[in-house]
């Protein structure tokens, strides 16, 4: 088990209108713990993921990072998102400026890094995620893949203390995806606390150290991603692996 507790949701609720999209969620990452969420589409998934750094508001409950608990808005809560990376399915670069520039943007404007500074670790965090020779790019120049790999270490530029990563692979193509779950991977040998939301079962196995199955806004399983995927408890979760391993 990982440190101690990083990230904290306690009853976490969500409504969309009418819609109970997240019921009484309690979840745990601990420092240095890469968890990974699954479960069918509509069951809440990217919601919890986008409440950890308050993309989205929650109606009630609590949510503490390193043991603070979630500003609500100005300049707490623009200082709460610079301690927590996240990672979209679109990569939301600047097509205008050059995978360099996306890099240093945030350390130079929010941290007030050095442009030197800025620009010399940026190329350190393109060579880690793969792409030292395209630091003069643009982001159109690149392959979805590639992209992405900007977007991760676009994150990583913050020295956040967390990383989450709402269906990082969900818009490229099959060959593409595997680039990106690499760099992830290595996050996630390096100690990177992560979340992840994802459908890629062969990362939740071989990288997770918990496995959070969520279905209808409720969390059904948190288990090591063993014991899910060879002994489902619940129903729900035995359907859904039926579904997608298809063996």
């Known amino acids: 088990m990982a440190g101690e507790a990083l990230i904290e949701l306690r009853g976490v609720n969500k409504y969309y209108g009418k819609l109970h999209v997240l019921q009484d969620i309690d979840l745990t990452v601990g420092r240095g713990e890469v968890v990974v969420i699954i479960g069918p589409s509509g069951s809440g998934k990217s919601t919890l993921c986008r409440t950890i750094n308050r993309l989205e ?3 009630s409950g609590t949510i503490t990072l390193d043991g603070t608990p979630l500003p609500d808005e100005g300049r707490a809560l623009a ?3 610079a301690e927590v990376g996240m990672v979209f399915q679109s990569f939301n670069l600047f097509a205008h400026k050059t995978v360099l520039a996306n890099v240093m943007l945030a350390p130079v404007k929010v941290r007030k890094v050095k442009k030197e500074d800025a620009a010399r670790r940026a ?3 393109l060579d880690r995620v793969g792409l030292a020779s395209q630091a003069e790019k643009y982001p159109a120049q690149l392959s979805g893949g590639q992209q992405q790999r900007v977007a991760i270490a676009r994150a990583l530029a913050m020295d956040p203390l967390a990383l989450l990563f709402d269906e990082p692979t969900s818009a490229l193509d ?12 290595q996050l996630a040998r390096d100690g990177m606390t992560m979340v992840v939301v994802t459908h890629e079962m062969g990362f939740a196995r071989s990288a997770a150290n918990r496995v959070v199955f969520m279905a209808d806004g409720r969390i059904i399983e948190d288990r090591a991603p063993e014991d899910f995927f060879t002994a489902p408890r619940s129903d729900r979760a035995k359907d859904f692996l039926s579904k997608i391993l298809k063996h």
């Open 79 to 81: 200082e709460l998102r």
């Open 123 to 125: 190329r350190e965090l």
């Open 57 to 59: 508001t929650i109606e």
């Open 174 to 185: 099959p060959e593409m995806i595997n680039e990106v779950l690499e760099v992830m991977q």
